[in-house]
């Protein structure tokens, strides 16, 4: 089993539709995540980090469900530059909190 | 600021040749992460450093794939001999701390084919 698992899409949604991705991750231990965004032949970028309690920041919600080692990023009102590659990221459990391990991505296509 | 730099941008050798990719850490950051990108694998952690010092290099394929960080400002990942299942797209990153809360930003990559 991969360490953290995404659906690799693509999807492909009109502008102004909501769309969610899910991950799942397989350490209980792992203590931090995150969604980063990675545009076409570029270098990936932090979107946001994922709290317990959830978090919102614009149109972008991420939720951790820790008792099912499940985390979701949610897009309201899509638009054609949120077209990209969304890689589900989590800590590598640990002394190494910061030693990243990231998920295959879920590539969004946003169309007019 | 300039951001992590990475040269060269693109790639191209035979099989048998050494390659050399080269990194620029974003000053301050004492911390920095070799990555490699392939469509079959992902992002995959190779090595990273802390204060110029190898911390954990587990994710280095084999000991064809070597790294150093001679300086603050400088690290270079090297392959000798290269081999066409090394090709894929290799992005150096840093950061300030390790800790998780800590944005690792990455360099633009090196996009590289082996022949």
């Known amino acids: 089993r991969k360490e953290v698992e995404q659906d690799p899409g693509p999807f492909n949604v009109p502008e102004g539709a909501t769309v969610a991705f899910n991950c799942t991750y397989s350490?209980?231990?792992?203590?931090?995540f995150f969604w980063y965004r990675q545009d076409c032949r570029k270098e990936p970028k932090l979107l946001m980090s994922?709290?317990?309690s959830g978090n919102e920041d614009g149109r972008f919600t991420a939720q951790l469900n820790r008792a099912s080692q499940y985390i979701s990023l949610l897009i309201r009102d899509s638009k054609l530059s949120d077209s990209a590659t969304y890689l589900c990221v989590v800590n590598s459990p640990g002394g190494n909190t910061g030693k990243l391990i990231f998920g295959q991505g879920t590539t969004l296509q946003v169309k007019p | 600021d300039a951001g992590v730099i990475q040269s060269p941008r693109h790639e191209v050798t035979e099989m048998g040749q050494e390659v050399t990719l080269r990194c620029k850490p974003i000053s301050g950051h004492d911390y920095l992460f070799w990555y490699r990108q392939t469509m079959m694998r992902g992002l995959e952690l190779l090595i990273y450093f802390n204060n110029n010092v190898p911390i954990d290099d587990s994710g280095m394929p084999e000991d064809r794939f070597s790294a150093k960080m001679p300086n603050a400002s400088f690290s270079t990942l090297k392959i000798q001999p290269s081999e066409p299942r090394d090709s894929a797209v290799y992005f150096c990153?840093?950061?300030?701390?390790?800790?998780?809360?800590?944005?690792?930003?990455f360099g633009p990559g090196t996009r590289l084919t082996v022949l």
């Open positions: 994922v709290y317990s």
């Open positions: 990153a840093s950061s300030w701390r390790l800790a998780a809360t800590d944005t690792q930003y």
């Open positions: 350490n209980s231990a792992s203590q931090s």
